[in-house]
């Protein structure tokens, strides 16, 4: 069992910034990879970035040159910083974690960006 707390999300206007932390409870080097997905109302939850064990990084069309993913290994902790927000960045940002065949999440955190 791998468990998952994002913090960082929040309320921020259209072109700032938020980063989201999710400290997880293994080893990274335990873990496939970990990523964040979101997940705006009525729209079916999404990958916006993950990171591999071995460091190779992912990103959603929408969120490239945006983003931006990284890890503390000494932490066990994965990050998202989140720069010229949108107000369709707007959702409900989960932290996810794979290993031993399955997928572990967090609660999530929203993050609301007004226009």
């Known amino acids: 069992q791998v468990q998952l707390v994002e913090s960082g999300g929040g309320l921020v206007q259209a072109g700032g910034s938020l980063r989201l932390s999710c400290p997880a409870s293994?080893?990274?080097?335990?873990?496939?990879?970990m990523g964040w997905y979101r997940q705006a109302p009525r729209k079916q939850r999404e990958l916006v970035a993950d990171i591999t064990s071995g460091g190779s990084t992912n990103y959603a069309d929408s969120v490239k040159g945006r983003f931006a993913i990284s890890r503390d290994n000494a932490k066990n902790t994965v990050y998202l910083q989140m720069n010229s927000l949108k107000p369709e960045d707007t959702a409900v940002y989960y932290c996810?974690?794979?290993?031993?065949?399955?997928?572990?999440w967090g609660q999530g955190t929203q993050v609301t960006v007004s226009s």
């Open positions: 293994a080893s990274i080097f335990m873990l496939n990879s």
């Open positions: 996810n974690a794979r290993a031993w065949g399955r997928d572990f």
